[in-house]
């Protein structure tokens, strides 16, 4: 037992993959099946899942793991490794197949009526009106099927990358790796540029330093190194690790990887979204509440009429046809088709406008969207360090121009005139290690620091090119920046042969270091360190990352060591930099603000760039919590917060800092139980879970992350943030859009429904036949309503305030026009086809004349809908030339229903007279005026209403 003791304690501290044979063999022999030792699989992952990598020793954490870091892993280990762990990728959650969706299309309870109907109908012999019923229900389904194909293609295509590879050290070779073949105890080399393949314990750095932007929000790159921590420290601040999905700007590193695939940083926020709840959209909740009201309504009527019909004896065949002529009547068969063809008009346009729409219905609700809560590193701001601000020489120059385009001026133009300027410039481009890269005459790019590559723009903007500086200064020795040290030095032998040490640093350690300072005229003269640290104060409290500069000129020495640099030097000038806003942001917040909509930043960088970036976006932070005004709230804040209270505050306040994505998720979640419409915007692996629990999230598509995307319901494919502006009014033109072609469609319905109900009621045979109602409503649909999708934005599309989500699809205004539409459309069909009767005409002639009549009156009322309040000829009449093709389609389409002797068998229809004709055109004629003056009248009441300052809506 003392042996079976000493062997379990020997995989309890974490040698579990080597002598596994010998194990199992033991416990077998020892125990005879009493004890049983626990899987290498689970063992393994209880291991993995409960150490804290940043604590361990370099020894304690290669013994846990059980790897040489010299020789890595060997061929079979990794084997036996990747049976425990699998590859190294995060899960995909698998989406809806093509089969599923297309059998989503007929899951619709108006869809289900028309297929009880079709069925019924069949049963008792009507084969043609049985056929055109599910041929009209299949046309409805393949529509929808190939618009949401399209949008899941378009996903598809940009969500291909390319396979990204590590270098790795294994069986003691260095091999180039695909990331998937990771497993841990893997031995990574890191180096400037390359991608963090797994979580990895750093175990030797060389002046590494990270950008885990994506991962915690902040937009400066994180200076490594080796060294055990303690346990309890956040993820932000464990500088021993190396997590999946950042950047090596700077610097050279080994590690061991410790995490793969779910079990890494970035797959516990990738679980974290996929565990978040989708939610339904605000027109799919409305239109399902509607098809249901409007479901029961349909029933209803058709058992009324089943009852009458029974109660006076008629015969039951004919009894139900009646009954199934009400209920396809009554049923907009259209609205589905129209809702998914009007949604995928707007994916359209958005494409174009380098927008992808994931789903449908994500347009018309960014267009419903009350609050957008938006990332700020490379969502907001460019994501590229930028100098700004420069002083010296007593002197502060702003420097234009933004990002890593070496284009821009100083202002004053004066500052060449300035020695002290020029030399605090130059420092920042020879005491640089970092280069600035031009691809294919493209986009800029910076290879090392984005401070560094910052200062090397405004070297370029001043021309002060790196090649020809280093050249006419060359490097004879450096000291690289250490965090101990805060600073980083070079030395440099001039053309001239004059030696020059050039450093940069924390503005304390270098002002500490100085006696003298350079003026303008390149004298030096006493140094005032306290006002230059109440000068440095005042641009961090602006958001600024301040660096200062010095040298020591006439440098004696062939080599530089850190005793040389304590003290003597000469102070030369500072350099403030930022990270700064786009420039289309500014202007996008503005029209956000003016359409109603708030804009809220939620970040995880520091609260006082935050704020700075915040206000340049015109984002005016303020909040009072607990007696105190305070402008930002900041994650240790927010924990601090009852849920009560942060409902109560989260109205006011505008920047979060400093937030987890736990976090995020709550404050999105918070502005939700206050009624809001949420769309989120970002692009890092910390912003997935608010993406995906927001009603709408939009990633970026050239810097967002995978998991980013594949949470968002729209991805931005330029990244330009002005996009989102373009999506709001493009989701508010398609919801008018719809609204108007529910207008136009539902009086036709209601119309035809009232002429069976009255046909039945008055004990006469039915104006218009079950086959001909779909005729009605199928073609019109398509060649009529579905123009109005193609309209063009109303005037004061983006004065509005968003659209109110607990308000009803239709308004009791529009309602009233519904109403009285289908009155003139019962009132003039059922006229017409008496009055057809009583000449003579025969049953059919007058069936055709009714049936005529409604297309017509339909055609003419489409141009009253394609405004719903203004005149019929408010601005340009011919912006929409689809209506007048629409119209043309469908006369032409009428005239062969109505002689074409195929199109009389199917439809049982007959020829008409002129006579009959100019009826149908002049009833149509008066249904247009009616309806024209309905509408003044209604301008007239809002006028009213707007004279009196009380509330209206259309």
Known sequence: MAI?????????????????????????????????????????????????????????????LEVNAQKGLSAQEVLERRKVYGFNRISQKGGKGPFLRFLLQFHQPLIYILLLSGCITAGLGEWVDSSVIFGVVLLNAVIGFVQESKAVSALSALSRILVSEATVIRDGERRRISFEELVPGDIVLLQSGDKVPADLRLIETRDLQVNESALTGESLPVAKQS???????????????????????????TGVVVATGDHTEVGRIARLAAGAEEIATPLTRKLASFSTFLLYIILGLAG?????????????????????????????????????????????????????????????????????????????????MTVQEIYAGEASYAVTGIGYIPEGEVVPK???????????????????????????????????DPTE??????????????????????????????????????????????????????????????????????????????????????MAGQGFRVLAFAAIYNYPFEELNHQAVREGLVFLGLQAMID?????????????????????????????????????????????????????????????????????????????????????????????????????????????????????????????????????????????????????????????????FIVWTLPTNLGEGLVILAAMLLNVALPILPVQILWINMTTAVFLGLMLVFEPKEEDIMQRPPRDVRAPILTPWLIFRIVFVGALLLTVCFGLFNWALAHNYTLSEARTLAVNAFVVMELF????????????FKGDFLSNPWVFWGAGLTLLLQVTYTYAPLMQRLFHSASMDWFAWLLVCAASAVVLVLVELEKWILRRVKEGHQKSNASFTL
């Not at 055990?228 to 999946?244: K, S, Y």
């Not at 419903?368 to 701001?381: A, E, Q």
């Not at 300035?418 to 493209?442: I, T, Y």
Request: glycine share 8%.
């Open 227 to 253: 060294q055990p921590i303690p346990a309890d420290v956040g993820i932000a601040d464990r500088t021993n690790m190396a997590f999946a999905s950042s950047l090596v700007t700077f610097g050279q590193a």
């Open 580 to 740: 700064p806003p786009r420039p289309e942001v500014i202007r996008a917040v503005a029209a956000c603000h003016q359409a109603g909509i708030d804009v809220k930043m939620i970040t995880g960088d520091h609260v006082i760039t935050a704020r700075a970036i915040a206000e340049a976006i015109g984002l005016k932070p303020l909040l009072t919590f607990e007696g105190s005004e305070i402008q930002a709230v900041t994650g240790s804040l927010l924990q601090s917060m009852s849920d009560d209270e942060l409902k109560e505050s989260i109205e006011k306040v505008t920047v979060f800092a400093r937030v987890s994505p736990e976090q995020k998720l709550r404050l999105v979640q918070a502005l939700q139980s206050r009624g809001h419409i949420v769309a989120m915007t970002g692009d890092g692996v910390n912003d997935a879970p608010a993406l995906k629990a927001a009603d709408i999230g939009v990633a970026m598509g050239r810097t967002g992350t995978e998991v980013a995307r594949e949470a968002a319901d729209m991805v931005l494919a330029d990244d330009n943030f002005s996009s989102i502006e373009a999506a709001v009014e493009e989701g508010r033109c398609v919801f008018d859009n719809l609204i108007k």
């Open 861 to 872: 009322y489409l141009f009253n809908c394609r405004h719903l309040m203004f005149p019929l």
């Open 414 to 448: 004066d500052a060449l005139e300035n020695m002290a300027f020029v030399e605090c410039v130059r420092a920042g481009v020879l005491c640089n290690d970092s280069r600035l890269l031009q691809e294919k005459g493209l986009e800029w790019r910076v290879e090392g």
């Open 453 to 538: 590559g910052a200062l090397l723009v405004a070297g370029m903007k001043l021309g002060l090119f790196p090649k020809e500086q280093n050249l006419a200064y060359m490097r004879l020795d450096s000291l690289p920046f250490e965090s101990e040290y805060q600073y980083m030095a070079t030395l440099h032998k001039a053309t001239s042969g004059e030696k020059v040490v050039y450093l940069k640093g924390a503005p304390e350690v270098v002002l500490d270091r100085c006696e003298q300072r350079l003026n303008e005229k390149g004298e030096t003269l006493p140094i005032d360190r306290h006002e230059l640290l109440k000068l440095v104060q005042g």
């Open 304 to 384: 009324c009429v089943i009852a009458l019909g029974l109660w006076r004896n008629q015969p039951f065949e004919e009894v139900f046809m009646a009954a199934v002529a009400l209920a396809v009547g009554a049923i907009p068969e259209g609205l589905p088709a129209a809702v998914t063809i009007t949604l995928a008009i707007g994916v359209s346009r958005m494409a174009k406008r380098q927008a992808i729409i994931r789903r449908l219905p994500a347009v018309e609700t960014l267009g419903s969207t009350t609050v957008i809560c938006s990332d700020k590193t490379g969502t907001l701001t460019e994501n590229q």
């Open 4 to 64: 079976a003791n000493k062997m379990i304690t020997k995989v309890f501290n974490g040698c579990i993959i080597q002598n596994i044979t010998a194990l199992k063999e033991f416990y077998s022999g020892q125990f005879n099946g009493g004890l049983r030792m626990q899987s290498v699989k689970d063992r393994s992952e209880n291991i993995l899942k409960q150490a804290d990598w940043h604590s361990l020793s370099h020894q304690g954490l290669l013994s846990l």
